[in-house]
């Protein structure tokens, strides 16, 4: 079940992200701005990132057997337009886009489904290899514009869509909820009011919009980046971004694991500490080789085990009939961590001509989610356990 649902979530991720490398390319044919760019790369990201809320409640209701063939199938749809007609055009692909997001929601399906399956003393390592599927983007990164150049502008967008409608089933046939889960009774509103009051639904939305938001804005904005303040060919610089995502995506259930030993806010506490010198460094536009690699390098490992961590405490602390609901909203903050970095971005470039302002507001926003999770995190971890909270060992 576990296999399963990270396939699913990586073929989803993968659709996902199809927009984001060939960003550069639309930008040249159909003569759009750097902020008209961003804005069409982080449209997919914002619908799949406020989606997660719903589907995650969703899930709680309905269980991963019904909700992943389900948006598996439902984002045929928007990857297929996209493909045969949607890229002809800025609206157009605003509207595929949009629609492109509801991929982008798998995350808060697999999390409540792979927690099910394992006792709280193995769920850090459990979902972090699940949140390895993100790794779905580097996919994207690595093969869209091989793809495009070597065939067309639809052979990526055809061979995404066979392969979620294969996963779709695949899913339907085989994917089973685990033994014993019980589904809420409450409304979808009187859930999602209870888990927006939960203290991990706060505290863990905080560190994630920082951690998986920062994974998000550099997974679809590092090709402009790259290819803009670096002046790298846009092969290149898919490239370098999908040696990022792998980085990162490696780095998810190390994060997970070392959680399960160490406990989820040491692990979160390392990971901001790593971004904010890692965004200070970057933020001098230092050469790319070797001191820009490094600090891009380690910036990925930092957000890919913080992101993982930020997990392993969701499924310590969230109640059992919640956890979908909690991280239907903890991925919602994440999402829309990624979606803010490539709008300022691309407007702080078009008025400097320069990404340094962007990066040390990543630093000053990292420096803030380590001195919350020091000081808030680590206290609220460290209390007994409420009827708010699930048991959970030593953190």
Known sequence: ML?????????????????????????????????????????????????????????????????????SAATVLPVLFLGLAGHSSFAALLVGGFFLGIGGTSFAVGVPFVSAWFPPERRGLAIGIFGAGMGGTAISALTTVKLVNAHSMTSPFLITAAALAAYAVLAAMVLRDAPGRTAPTESLGRRLAATARLGITRQASALYA?????????????????????????????????????LAVAMRPVGGWMSDRVGPTCVLVASMAVVVVGATVQATTPSLAPVGTFALLAMAAALGAGSGATFALVALLSPANTVGSVTGMVGAAGGLGGFIPPLVMGTLYGATASYALGLVLLAVVAAAALAYTITGVRRAAARPATPDTAPSPVL
């Open 3 to 71: 296999a399963l649902a990270t396939l699913g979530f990586a073929i989803n991720f993968w659709a996902w992200a199809l927009l984001s490398p060939l960003g550069p390319q639309f930008k040249d044919t159909l003569l759009l701005s750097s902020f008209e760019q961003s804005l069409l790369v982080a449209v997919p990201v914002v619908v799949g990132s406020l989606g997660r809320i719903p589907v995650g409640a969703l899930t709680d209701r309905f269980g991963g057997r019904v909700m992943f063939p389900l948006v």
């Open 210 to 246: 920082v951690a998986f938001g920062g994974y998000v804005a550099f997974s679809v904005y590092l090709p402009t980046y790259l290819k803009t303040g670096y002046g790298l060919g846009q092969a290149d610089a898919a490239n370098r971004m999908a040696g990022f995502v792998l």
